[in-house]
């Protein structure tokens, strides 16, 4: 049974926040984050209570963020560590919660400094100078402080998101701090699973401070997990090929038959019960030496012998192409729509309508340019806020939407939203987007409901990269065609259990 975990952004932890103090037990929302902080800083510390010898640094900001560190340096001060706190704001000026926590820090006999002192010699820092909070790209004072935790180059622990990183987007505001451990407060938050969050965030906990999340507002997001596998299918005995449904792969114009190929491959070995090729250009192969299971038939034929259409790998944009797709986007047949096709769609708007009136299943895999084009927006638009850009893409084309990158996006027409953790950088070479829509298409045409294939299909791919690197087979060098067989053995090994 799928479980994934929620994923809320700034807004809707604001009002988690608001529903909180009748399930807090009356301590403040604040005070069980310091709590929980101090209690993670000594587990990172290696000491189980008492420590005299360990110091620490504890950077308090001018709102929220700032209070939970106020609290943190009292717990760690009450058992005994050795706590410098740097305070980057104004006592006069701090939110109700953050004030007592400051006055709570003084009555402890702790002092506030403006500045880290030298020489810094740190066991640990705590990073709570901003949170959700932050609207603004960090300058001047706050800016020059990030700066210098950053080069202190000593462990960092950061209070619910990295200091200077858009909670919502993953967007670096200016400058943001890296940690080494990030303890998130309630729920996650996607701009700590998207964009640049995960170089930041470093190894991610969260503590929802005794509250259920998903009990007090159902989320638009959640984080794909290995429960993504409970909807592969298992087979019985008494199986035959046309049970596991009929794919085909259309693209490969001048100078790109390999990416018709390796889709093919893909769709071939993870699943799927025939798999038909389909070349555009002339001087295509009569038959795969690789895998000549597959078969290869004019774009036309594959079309009408197939359950489920891929249409896109290595096409191009010549009228031809534009005329297949045309096709394609007229038949009742679950299409996966990538690369090339992506472009054809975004410069023809009758292609366009034609999209928004399909009855039949559409899922769309674009990167970061390709979503650009088809929102009539630059790619810097897109990577801005990556859950906007999936939803509203979603929204408009009316399809499932895979928007590719670091923490890849999935979005429905609906609003829901998923992003996905697994893959490393080795998967930035080519062939890997072929290689993930082939999966797609095999595993809608098993028959699995189109976003719960895209959610498998997915996670399936990156963690096929992720235990190549385990392994000793990447991140340098990793293949699109590894990737392949490393799927294989994740789909047979569920299969098995």
Known sequence: METFTPIYLSAHIRELERAAPAASAGASLMELAGLAAARYAQRLLGEPGCSPGRSVLVIAGPGNNGGDAFETAVHLKHNFFRVTLVFAGDPARLPPDAAKAFRKWTQTGGTS???????????????????IGLARPLTGRHAALVTQINNLERPILALDVPSGINSDTGAIMGIAVRARHTLTFIARKPGLLTLDGPDHCGALHCDTLGLDPAALLAPQGRLLDKSVMDVLPRRPANFHKGM??????????????????????????????????????????????????????????????????LLGPGMGTTPAAAALLRTALACDKPLVLDADALNLLATDQSLHALMQSRVAATM?????????????????DVQHDRIA???????????????????????????????????NPGMA?????????????????????????????????????????????????ITASEVIDQARLIFNRRRSN
């Open 113 to 131: 400094l403006p500045d880290i002192p030298e020489p810094a010699q740190y066991d640990l820092i705590i990073d709570g100078l901003f949170g």
């Open 364 to 380: 769309i895999t674009p990167h970061p340019a390709e979503a650009a084009r088809l929102l009539g927006t630059t790619t810097a």
């Open 389 to 423: 850009a999936a939803t509203t893409l979603a929204a408009r084309h009316g399809c499932i939407t895979l928007l590719k990158g670091n923490g890849s996006v999935i979005a429905e027409a609906s609003g829901a939203w998923w992003i996905n953790s697994t893959g």
């Open 244 to 309: 596991a449904g009929q794919v085909a792969v259309i693209g490969g114009n001048d100078g790109m038959l390999g990416a018709v190929l390796l889709a093919a491959r893909a769709a071939l070995k993870t699943g799927a019960g025939k798999v038909f090729a389909g070349f555009l250009s002339a001087r295509s192969p009569d038959f795969d030496a690789i895998q000549p299971e597959l078969m290869l038939r004019s774009p036309e034929d594959c079309m009408a012998a197939s359950d489920v259409l």
């Open 429 to 477: 070479s080519a062939g890997m987007g072929d290689t993930l829509s082939g999966i797609l298409a095999a595993l809608v045409a098993q028959r699995i409901p189109s976003t719960a294939a895209m959610r498998l299909a997915v996670w399936t791919h990156g963690t096929a990269a992720d235990e190549l690197c385990r392994d000793g087979r990447g991140p340098l060098g």
